[in-house]
């Protein structure tokens, strides 16, 4: 009978297991927490170095075909049972450790985290800038231990686009050809969900606009609650939200389009409901406090004029 096959890891499975069934432990100070978060970022780093070394390996035994498997990286995915977008990150990381030794060297040390290793690793994966990328090592470490993710992604995409230029000129936006927009309706919470996609410049000029609108919003509520809070006034005591401001925005820019004195597509925007008798009563009846009835949902219908369903408080409201 064979025996079963064991992991060197198992050890530390073993201990991590531990750790994690006797719970988190109760945070004294900020201090404590800092140094717990570390601990657990170490701990995530090794693991991820782990995988990447476990990915390498597979790749050099082709091990993987005996699975069925096209390549490493698709059985780590499959047995993993990670997404592609994982399993690819992870891949490009061991990709780049192989030739870049600097980057390399502190990845192993566990001082570089996962999410800024995958971001190095995807600017490596560019064939036409990888001469370059090695070149420039220590600069990609310094900005990554210099900066946060969100600036890091910024000081890399600039990278790219300075050192991957086809020819004297730039080459045309890619973004641009990928620009999209839908706005579709989920009709169990009745929430519309707007899902668009725009060019550099577009949504540059869109970003400034949004971005003014989000801010009158703003002055709006803090302006109202300073005229009942006084110097007191901070954004806890706002009416809405940041969220709630930025919704508000997105529509105030709709409405002002449609109000336009020169529109480009000239928008009638007629307000009407359509109710059912029945649904219409029953909330008059609910209105004065009346018990409520059930209503019956083969005849029961308040939408807008294009059949969207409207929610029916705010449809009573309105």
Known sequence: MTAAV????????????????????????SKHAVAEIQAVEQARRLAAIAAVDLLAQIDASRTFYDHG?????????????????????????????????????????ADLSVDKAALLGRAFANPRTRDRFLIDQKWFLKQA???????????VARW?????SDGPEPAADPSFGRRRAWLSQDHFSKVWKLDAQLGSLQGSSFNQVFRAYVQAEFNHDWSQAEKIHGADTCTDLLARSNEQRCADALCQIAIDAANSDKPSAPVKRVHNIVWTADAYEELLRRWINAPARLLDPDTYNITDIDGHPIAAQAAFAD
Not at 88 to 104: C, K, T
Not at 160 to 164: A, F, M, N, P, S
């Open 6 to 29: 064991r992991s060197y890891l198992d050890p530390a499975i073993t201990s991590l297991t531990e750790v994690v069934n006797a719970g988190a432990p109760s945070l004294g100070s």
């Open 69 to 109: 498997h096209v390549s490493a990286r698709v059985m780590f995915e499959h047995v993993a049972g990670v997404s592609s977008a994982e399993s690819h990150r992870l891949d490009q990381i061991r990709r780049m450790i192989i030739d870049a030794a600097l980057i390399a060297a502190v990845w192993r040390k």
């Open 145 to 155: 231990h210099r900066y946060g993710m969100h600036r890091l992604t910024k000081k």
């Open 160 to 164: 790219l686009e300075v050192h991957d």
